[in-house]
């Protein structure tokens, strides 16, 4: 993923929404959004927000693959599916 490829102020986003969207979705930009004069946000296409999010389950599911083998031999599968709440 890119970083943000431009900024807007908050005030500037009210303003120009309509453009911003436009281009987010069709031109693959990432607008960070300003609130004087610091980085408080970013609009990111629904792609890229699927990416995100992908990206972060893949990662979870490596911790927790990692987790259970490392503790498998000193626990019993039962009490770690407890403690998982499974």
Do not use: C, F
């Amino acid at each position: 993923m890119e970083a943000v490829t431009r900024e807007i102020s908050t005030r500037g986003l009210r303003s120009h929404l309509s453009d911003v969207v436009g281009r987010v979705s069709y031109g693959g930009e990432r607008i960070g959004v300003t609130r004087n004069g610091r980085l408080v946000a970013v609009v990111i296409s629904v792609g890229d927000a699927e990416a995100l999010e992908a990206y972060e389950t893949a990662q979870d599911i490596a911790a927790a693959k990692a987790w259970v083998e490392a503790d498998r031999p000193s626990r019993p599968a039962g009490e770690l599916r407890k403690e998982l709440g499974i």
